[in-house]
């Protein structure tokens, strides 16, 4: 990332730190304080993509978004039972048994 980007990331973190709006004309007033010469476009790319979010809450679920889709499963893992626990593994089976089958066909790696 060029350094104009980076001062532009760290302008917006700084505004969101402080609780204020993060707008182009902010972002573009702190990197021309910060010295850095930064195109208006990336101020107001950047301001658009982070308007009416919560930036320190991006911040502190950056790890999280993997859990969602786990934690939804295991509710019904549990309520399933052994059976819904033993669906992936049938599915792994039929997925290795169509890899054989298009080795039977002549449509192999080294043919």
Do not use: Q, R
């Not at 707008?23 to 930064?38: H, M, P, Q, R, Y």
Request: net charge negative; charged share 25%; proline share 4%.
């Amino acid at each position: 990332m060029a350094s104009a980007e980076l001062a532009a990331t760290y302008a917006a973190l700084i505004l969101a730190d402080d609780g204020i709006e993060i707008t182009a004309d902010k972002i573009t007033a702190l990197t021309n304080a910060a010295s850095v010469e930064l195109e208006p476009i990336w101020a107001s790319l950047l301001a658009k993509a982070l308007e009416g979010k919560n930036v320190k809450e991006l911040l502190s679920n950056v790890g999280a978004g993997g859990a969602g889709p786990a934690a939804a499963a295991a509710p019904g893992a549990a309520a399933g039972g052994a059976a819904a626990a033993d669906a992936p593994k049938e599915e792994e089976k039929k997925e290795e048994e169509k890899e054989e089958s298009d080795d039977d066909m002549g449509f192999g790696l080294f043919d």
